[in-house]
């Protein structure tokens, strides 16, 4: 089974959810196809989405909710 990583488009602060009371874009075991909203990324107080670059399956997020994220910084990791 191969493996891929969609990463940080930018550094800030990582969100699962799109508020604080909304369930989260995704979470472990979702299938995504490519173009996917997973999360958003927090700038100066400006959201970014962020997309899925490719199409499979989220078999772990590595970083959690609300982490501190560098550009180009693994956020989850699909199985294909």
Do not use: C, W
Not at 12 to 37: C, I, L, M, Q, W
Not at 38 to 54: D, N, R, W, Y
């Amino acid at each position: 089974m191969s493996k891929a990583s969609i990463v940080s488009p930018l550094p800030g602060t990582f969100y699962r959810k799109p508020s604080p009371e909304e369930p989260p874009y995704k979470n472990v075991h979702d299938k995504v196809a490519e173009g996917d909203v997973i999360g958003l990324i927090e700038v100066m107080k400006s959201f970014h989405e962020v997309k899925a670059t490719a199409a499979g399956r989220i078999s772990a997020f590595l970083v959690e909710n609300e982490d501190a994220v560098q550009a180009g910084q693994a956020l989850v990791e699909l199985a294909e």
